[in-house]
């Protein structure tokens, strides 16, 4: 059967639709709260093992984040008062949860990361079990169960749902909006849509508003086919909606104006630099991509549920020529109005130089949403048991083999993935957890990091008043610097207001960033067998008479793995082919050698 659609409710005022008896409510495949539990589990997951993929959130999020709580920390040029180009109110709502966690027993710095990362986890959950439940209710259960699925199973969801990322925290919102968009049942919630799209384009990043466009259209174009009276209806809505944006931004106005001690539209700052920065600076210096870059990381991160949610649109279609079932036009533009956020940001993205996978985040429950009504449709068409046709005459049990190998094998991809990423690149995560009980080094201790620099977890890994510290690499870019630790004169976390030496916005390479290696207490080094040293990346791991190995991990070595070893899990047995099999390197914590 096709997705049904529930039609506007009599409150609308739209004239096209008939007042009905209220609908019973629609049977859960699953109940929400079974639901949450399933996302939840799978989230708690995520924030236990992901591995940080993006230096971004490190040193933009985690970093202040840590300023915020401990007084000390990393702080990139985005966060200089003279581009002030990242909220505090989104880093100090996540900082205000980590320092919960010191209330608790037990408490760490490792402690406060995780716990962050489980309050994420915990959100998404409520998010996706909303949309979920809006879903079944709105579409069809097997469509809610189908988009569960693609959310727990699918290699993209399980990096972003417990991301340190406004583009994590946009996903959320967008599945707020979207749920209350959609949901016309006990009558329109566009204001609601619009404020949750505000928040995250306030707090999360400005661009995610734009998902928004296909549900507002809709609704302008249904109140001009109706009245007059559902025309201002629905510009009393949109105010309503537009007004409690306002106060967010408002709110955030106030915040990151405290911090900033200067007046400052943070989402306007992001808007200007990413879009009319001028040449030599933007988004663009720091690397471009191809238009396809987007397709083949969603297929490596939603494998065949990226090619269902890019089927949707065609699909549907097919169903409406070929199908004899009727439909009303608001229905049908309905589902048009649910496919479309997707392609939407899909396009806009592709053309966009600088890519990034994070940019795809706050699409991603559009995608798994599309990946649903195409499976849907396609099960549909496929389960006609009407002799006549030719997919009548297959046998039924042959049909329930052909779907049941197509999502098995999706979720078996899904998780080779997802384990194979952990167990290629967690070593980062797990080399510092020596200097957590407190024998090893002592407080004001440098970390030092050289060509490893971006897989820096954060200072959250560090024990109390060790601080990290960089050394010259080959790498010739801006790094961060150190927050500010004024302790009298200036206030509180003066750090964020004061301007910091040798920031800029165009990449060029500030040598006041590094230290001397000498100076370093620890140094963070990876080495892979048969690479070659250079004048500013030697082999330090080799050094044995200067450096002893404290904690090392096996570390990908992606340069000397078959693509499909770095694609997904393989097992390092007899029976895999030996070009196939996964080549490793060593990422090591090291501890200066006393002469």
């Not at 629609?26 to 093992?49: H, Q, R, S």
């Not at 197509?406 to 957890?433: H, M, N, Q």
């Not at 499909?564 to 097992?571: A, F, K, S």
Request: net charge positive.
């Amino acid at each position: 059967m096709p997705p049904k659609v529930v039609q506007a409710p009599p409150s609308s005022g739209y004239s096209t639709v008939q007042p009905a008896k209220r609908k019973p409510p629609t049977p859960f495949a699953v109940k929400p709260i079974g639901a949450f539990y399933v996302f939840l589990a799978a989230n708690i997951l995520a924030a236990l093992y992901a591995p940080i993929q993006d230096c971004d959130e490190t040193f933009n999020y985690w970093e202040p984040a840590h300023y915020l709580s401990h007084g000390y920390g990393l702080q990139t040029w985005e966060y200089s008062p003279v581009y002030a180009i990242r909220s505090w109110l989104y880093v100090a709502l996540h900082a205000l949860v980590g320092s919960f966690r010191r209330l608790l027993p037990f408490t760490t710095k490792v402690a406060e990361f995780y716990f962050i990362r489980y309050a994420l986890a915990f959100v998404c959950a409520l998010c996706q079990t909303q949309l979920f439940r809006v879903i079944n209710n709105i579409l069809n259960p097997r469509i809610a169960i189908f988009f569960m699925m693609a959310n727990i199973f699918s290699p993209g969801m399980f990096h972003a749902s417990a991301s340190f990322l406004p583009s994590s925290f946009a996903m959320y919102t967008t599945m707020l909006g979207m749920a209350a968009f959609m949901n016309w049942r006990g009558g329109l919630k566009t204001a609601q849509g619009i404020f949750f799209f505000a928040v995250g384009g306030v707090l999360g990043w400005p661009f995610s508003m734009a998902l928004s466009a296909p549900f507002l259209f809709e609704e302008v174009v249904l109140a001009f086919l109706s009245s007059k009276d559902a025309l201002i209806d629905v510009i009393m809505r949109f105010t309503r909606g537009i007004v409690a944006g306002l106060l967010v931004l408002l709110f955030e106005f106030v915040i990151s104006g405290f911090f900033y001690k200067k007046l400052v539209v943070v989402p306007l700052n992001i808007v200007l630099y990413n879009i009319f920065s001028g040449p030599g600076k933007g988004p663009e210096i720091y690397g471009t991509e191809a238009w396809h870059f987007y397709i083949r990381n969603l297929l490596l991160n939603f494998n065949i549920w990226f090619v269902l949610a890019v089927a949707a649109f065609p699909l549907f279609t097919l169903k409406k020529i070929f199908s004899s079932e009727e439909a009303g036009a608001i229905s049908g533009l309905r589902s048009i109005v649910f496919m479309s956020p997707f392609y939407l940001w899909l396009g806009i993205f592709s053309f966009q130089p600088h890519k990034e996978e994070r940019f795809m985040y706050p699409a991603y429950p559009a995608l798994t949403l599309n990946a649903a009504m195409s499976l849907h449709i396609l099960l549909a068409a496929f389960g006609q048991s009407d002799p006549k046709t030719l997919i009548g005459k297959i046998p039924a049990k042959l049909k329930l083999l052909v779907v049941s190998l197509l999502i098995i094998g999706s979720v078996d991809v899904g998780v080779a993935r997802i384990y194979g990423i952990y167990t290629a690149y967690s070593a980062p995560l797990k080399i510092y957890e020596p200097l957590q009980n407190g024998t090893l080094g002592t407080r004001g201790d440098s970390v030092c990091f050289g060509k490893e620099w971006y897989r820096f977890p954060s200072t959250y890994h560090l024990p109390n008043d060790m601080h990290a510290k960089f050394i010259k690499s080959e790498f010739d870019g801006l790094l961060p610097g150190q927050f500010a630790e004024v302790k009298t004169g200036h206030g509180v976390w003066a750090g964020a207001w004061l301007e910091p030496a040798g920031m800029n916005d165009e990449n060029i390479e500030d040598m006041g960033k590094y230290v001397d290696l000498h100076t370093c207490n620890f140094l963070v080094d990876t080495y892979y067998p048969g690479s070659s040293a250079s004048e500013y990346e030697p082999h330090y791991i080799l050094d044995e008479e200067n450096w002893e190995h404290v904690s090392c991990q096996p570390f990908l070595d992606a340069s000397q793995t078959h693509v499909l070893g770095r694609t997904i899990w393989l097992p390092n047995l007899p029976f895999v082919p030996k070009k196939f099999r996964r080549q490793w390197g060593q990422h090591c914590l090291l501890k200066r050698k006393q002469k």
